[in-house]
């Protein structure tokens, strides 16, 4: 076996292990229901909804992903606001009834962060991270799921990386090491700047500041953001001349590392800029003037924000050396198994990948995607399917307007669709079909996951837009 096939068989066999199964699914729903019911009991926050966001909504959590959970403050239809002040105070009242409750440990309150966070672990030893009005961080995840639908192998990379990252304990920003949306901005990056490129600009998806559109009316705002991001997406897929990239996990995982082996040098200059795909001199750019950060990934939903604003400089010459060391091994020519799977993963996935060694042939030699993945991956319980239905849902692109319609672009479902979610099957994200991409519109995976080997019958009417969802987000029946 040479190097790349060893790599390859090594990076499917490491997904195998670390993609969520479906009581990892169940687990998180149990703690939002639990949640639900702390915030009621609290007299001031009567009304508000509990939303998960980060990566459990963009599909780009592992099994032991934490879980980021925003309190949204009731303000009829509008946007809500609040000022930092009472945030804390707000959170101060949840950390109370939280202690009151019993049950959770390691109960953090971080209130110097620009974003005021309670951190606390609880049942099943998820870490959970609570916020007050965080709708940015929702829209955000959603773009990401909705990106991770133009290629499935964005996903494989988000996962394999936020693995190593953390192996090499670069993955932390208390640190000052990279959080995991930098990381995962980060594999943006390298996908928009691949020969041929996997992943467009971000401008190209969402041309404005996301977080600046996000005014007013909720619903309205929302809408339009999907709207855009859905005809753009769909423009892209339905591309038939665009440029494929058929680069292997192992060959797009081993440029990943040399496109940053020297990122501590190019950072003094150049920032990161996934919404223009491209390095950009950071002199020439008066917004990220005057430079006070060590590293520059702007947030492309948030600009000029720098996701990676809490990398210290001593922090960044090991994420640097991480990257070379990486690099360098995977490019020996007597390399083996066990020295590779140790540069990757951390002890406790190593044994995992050990005990589960008898999955490594579930993998196709021509599909990028795990087979298993079919059975364990992308699958929320079916009990909290019921529940979920009656709640929000993640709401996919919104039709948008008749000619939209007229080029088959992702509509979304009604607030609540279980007749329709019967009548069609789980459809994970596709890995490289990429012929298959170019023939239709994205199709992400349903609220009510079905088996994927029960396909249904789609005969849809050849002038009607597809019908998708994403991933439910849990939403009490009061903000319905």
């Not at 029960?454 to 009061?478: D, F, G």
Request: aromatic residues 6%; contains cysteine.
């Amino acid at each position: 076996m040479n190097g790349y096939s060893l790599l390859e068989h090594t990076l499917r066999n490491i997904l195998c292990s670390i993609n969520p199964l479906e009581e990892d699914w169940s687990m998180r729903f149990q703690l939002l229901h639990e949640l639900r019911d702390v915030v009621e009991s609290i007299e001031i926050l009567r009304g508000a909804t509990v939303d998960p966001f980060g990566s459990f909504v963009s599909n780009l959590f592992t099994r032991w992903g934490d879980l980021d959970i925003s309190i949204e403050l009731p303000n009829g239809s509008y946007i809500s606001s609040a000022g930092k002040k009472l945030k804390l105070s707000l959170l101060g009242d949840v950390l109370k009834a939280l202690r009151a409750k019993g049950g959770c440990r390691k109960l953090q309150f971080i209130t110097n962060a620009r974003v005021p966070i309670l951190k606390f672990q609880g049942k099943f030893n998820i870490s959970c991270d609570i916020s007050i009005n965080n709708l940015s961080g929702q829209m955000k995840s959603k773009i990401l799921y909705w990106i991770n639908m133009i290629d499935g192998r964005f996903r494989d990379m988000v996962l394999l990386v936020k693995e190593w990252a953390k192996a090499h304990n670069i993955n932390d920003s208390k640190t000052g090491t990279l959080n995991s949306y930098s990381l995962s901005l980060l594999v943006v990056f390298h996908f928009q700047t691949c020969v041929p490129a996997i992943l467009p600009p971000l401008k190209e998806i969402y041309p404005g500041n996301m977080v600046d559109d996000l005014t007013g009316v909720r619903a309205s705002a929302e809408k339009f953001i999907e709207e855009t991001c859905a005809m753009n997406i769909n423009q892209l897929v339905l591309n038939k001349s665009r440029a494929i990239n058929k680069s292997s996990l192992s060959e797009l995982f081993i440029s990943f590392m040399a496109k940053f082996c020297d990122i501590s040098s190019k950072a003094s200059a150049q920032a990161i800029s996934p919404f223009t795909g491209r390095w950009e001199d950071i002199e020439s750019n008066m917004r990220w003037l005057p430079k006070t950060y060590t590293i520059f990934v702007e947030d492309p939903f948030e600009q000029p924000s720098n996701s990676a604003r809490g990398v210290s400089s001593k922090q960044l010459t090991r994420i640097e050396e991480a990257f070379r060391r990486t690099h360098v091994m995977l490019n020996l020519s007597n390399q083996n198994q066990h020295e590779v799977i140790s540069t990757l993963v951390r002890p406790n996935v190593s044994k995992l990948m050990a005990r589960t060694s008898g999955n490594q042939n579930n993998y196709s030699r021509n599909d990028l995607r795990p087979q298993l993945q079919a059975q364990r991956a992308i699958k929320p319980p079916l009990q909290a399917q019921h529940q979920l239905q009656a709640e929000r849902a993640i709401k996919p692109p919104v039709q948008a307007q008749d000619q939209l319609q007229a080029q088959r672009a992702i509509q979304p479902p009604l607030q609540a669709q279980p007749q329709f979610q019967a009548q069609r099957a789980i459809q994970p994200p596709v890995q490289s079909q990429h012929q298959l991409q170019a023939q239709r519109a994205i199709q992400p995976p349903l609220q009510a996951h079905q088996p994927q080997d029960k396909k249904m019958n789609r005969n849809l009417n050849s002038t009607q837009a597809i019908r998708v969802q994403t991933r439910p987000v849990w939403r009490p029946k009061s903000d319905r």
